[in-house]
């Protein structure tokens, strides 16, 4: 049986290290450093988990209907309707209140929602259980 994979999206130094963790449970994971590349590996193979960063999109472009910085992954997502890989996300305090309004593309799990900085215990039940 392959080992599930983590696709983790790196693109601040914010990004938790969890790396030895996710080996640690079997997991193989695959750095990508933005959503494009998120986007391009999805076309060889899909992930059971993506972890990333959510930042809201407090710009004022009103021709833009963009939410926040992983608006183009869940919209590319929605091509592929036989898959729907485990979303972890890491978010500020501050930020925390607009991860809702992603789930006019893909129901958001709040228990995969984590206040920055990560806590590598909780991260640990999460995929340990998502495993069983």
């Known amino acids: 049986m392959p080992k599930p994979i983590i696709f983790s999206l790196i693109e601040s130094r ?38 990333a960063e959510f930042n809201y999109a407090y710009g004022t472009n009103y021709a833009s209907c963009h939410i926040c910085n992983l608006d183009t992954l869940f919209v590319t997502l929605q091509k592929y309707s036989d898959y729907q890989p485990k979303f972890l996300l890491f978010v500020s305090k501050k930020e925390a209140a607009h991860v809702e309004k992603l789930n006019i593309y893909q129901e958001i799990d709040p228990d995969w929602v984590m206040l920055q900085p990560a806590k590598p215990d909780l991260v640990k039940t999460l995929l340990s259980n998502l495993k069983n």
């Open 14 to 51: 914010a990004h938790p290290k969890l790396s030895g963790l996710y080996g640690e449970l079997g997991y193989d994971e695959i750095k990508l450093t933005s959503v494009r590349k998120v986007v391009s590996a999805l076309k060889k193979q899909k992930p059971d988990v993506i972890v």
